[in-house]
């Protein structure tokens, strides 16, 4: 299969398999190792090997992961990669049902509890991360007054600084610069609201 840049996923079977608990983990996990074995997520994830499997599969079923090239000696693994740098749900691809409404909104909020989740982890362990990243470590709301197009022309400039940074630091860790590096987690939320 061909890597793709960013997967938009547009299909109801595809949101349904990337929207349960345990694939959504495992999908996460598997892009931030880029390439892992089933024991080693199962591991990760405190489940059977077994389940793990089973879950990677159906993801494959639905070309969100994919077999990856062996990274080590043990021709018994199986290696599995993300198919795709990353993947992207939009709203107006789910509105021509009850139903593809009603998935996209668990989702949604499958995703929202699961990041959350990790903030509050992070907050919870922040005391053990040390001084330098306690300062570095950010959390903000900004409440401003804008159109939906002006909105737009945010989150695009925010990806784009996103990926600039993201660029940055892969390169630089693949040149040797590895010394302080951790994965970050940065999520932004724009949506309109009244009072």
Known sequence: MAHEEDRRITDLGTLKALAHPLRMRLYRLLFVA???????L?????????????HLRKLAEHGLVEEAEP?????????WQPSSDGVSIHGEDFRDAPEQVSAHLAASRLFLDQRTEMHRTYLDERAHWGPEWSQAAYDSESLLRLTAGELA?????????????????RARETAGDTAGREHVALHVY???FRV
């Open 34 to 40: 880029e390439a892992a074995t089933a024991s080693q």
């Open 42 to 54: 199962a591991e990760q994830v405190d489940e059977a090997v077994s389940l793990v499997s089973y």
């Open 71 to 79: 990274r080590s000696a043990d021709g018994r693994e199986r290696w």
């Open 153 to 169: 022309d945010l989150k695009k400039d925010l990806r784009d600084l996103l990926k600039r940074y993201d660029e940055q630091g």
């Open 190 to 192: 724009g949506f309109p």
